[in-house]
């Protein structure tokens, strides 16, 4: 009974053990980022184009900036592959004009939808009971003369 016991608890240490050690391995992996095309064109911290192709942010950018699109192509593409944030340029009035990787956060998860209400919607309509006539005025009201 006592090696039944000692085999029992020295297995379950081993393979706690090596789930343990399994799941930190796991936790650890990151997913490769492969790059997806799009990029977000925004000046300080306010965007201005979110999730673009290449050619529509080095477009724009370059028109804010009064850069050739071509010079500003280089520095998207850099963006998209490696994720790295670049300023095109300073000094504008909201701050640099930024180029960043990807959608948004707020753009990644739906937000939730709110209730659609429409004007003069039935939350204020009395149903007649049962019985009464769909003529009838309630009987909390006055008669208008």
């Known amino acids: 009974m006592n090696t039944i016991l000692k085999n029992t608890v020295a297995g379950t240490v081993l393979g ?53 699109a071509s010079d500003v192509t280089a520095l998207v593409e850099q963006v998209d592959t490696e994720g790295t944030e670049q300023t095109v340029c300073e000094g504008l009035p909201g701050g640099a004009l930024a180029i960043k ?28 009971a049962e019985g009464e006539s769909s003529q009838t005025a309630p009987a909390d009201t006055a008669p208008i003369g």
């Open 101 to 128: 990787n990807g959608v948004p956060a707020a753009a990644e998860a739906p937000a939730a939808e709110a209730p659609v209400v429409t004007p003069g919607g039935t939350d204020d309509v009395q149903l007649p």
């Open 16 to 68: 706690g053990g090596l789930l343990f050690t399994a799941g930190l391995g796991l936790a650890n992996a990151q997913p490769a980022e492969t790059p997806d095309g799009l990029v977000t064109v925004a000046v300080g911290n306010t965007a201005i184009l979110e999730a673009v192709d290449a050619e529509t942010a080095a477009t724009a950018a370059g028109a804010i900036c009064g850069t050739p």
